[in-house]
Nanobody, 119 residues
Framework: QVQLVESGGGLVQPGGSLRLSCAAS????????LGWYRQAPGKQRELVADITTGGSTNYADSVKGRFTMSRDNAKNTVYLQMNSLKAEDRAVYYC?????????????WGQGTQVTVSS
């Protein structure tokens, strides 16, 4: 069982920055792809960014150049640095860990952290 705990959400003005953190229970980065997803009111959950076991990152077009995902292996923590925030970035942000096995995909979710962008 993998536990993911997000933190760092809050209220920020347009153009501002926030850094989200996701602490994982144990050293899972060598086995799981870690991702950040978000869900805005009335919309489906969408992938924001993810990082592979090898450390490669992938970003949604809407956040490229503004958001940066990274990880600290020693702390079992991934981060999402969000700069130049826009009103449309407002959402609940979820940390996700997924692993594809012979028997299917194993997925874990954190509880989510609210990000509000408003003046």
């Amino acid at each position: 069982q993998v536990q993911l705990v997000e933190s760092g959400g809050g209220l920020v003005q347009p153009g501002g920055s926030l850094r989200l953190s996701c602490a994982a229970s144990g050293n899972i980065f060598s086995m799981y792809v870690l991702g950040w997803y978000r869900q805005a009111p009335g919309k489906q959950r969408e992938l924001v960014a993810d990082i592979t076991t090898g450390g490669s990152t992938n970003y949604a077009d809407s956040v490229k150049g503004r958001f940066t995902m990274s990880r600290d292996n020693a702390k079992n923590t991934v981060y999402l640095q969000m700069n130049s925030l826009k009103a449309e970035d407002r959402a609940v942000y979820y940390c996700n860990a997924r692993r594809t096995t012979t028997y299917g995909t194993i997925t874990y979710w954190g509880q989510g952290t609210q990000v509000t962008v408003s003046s």
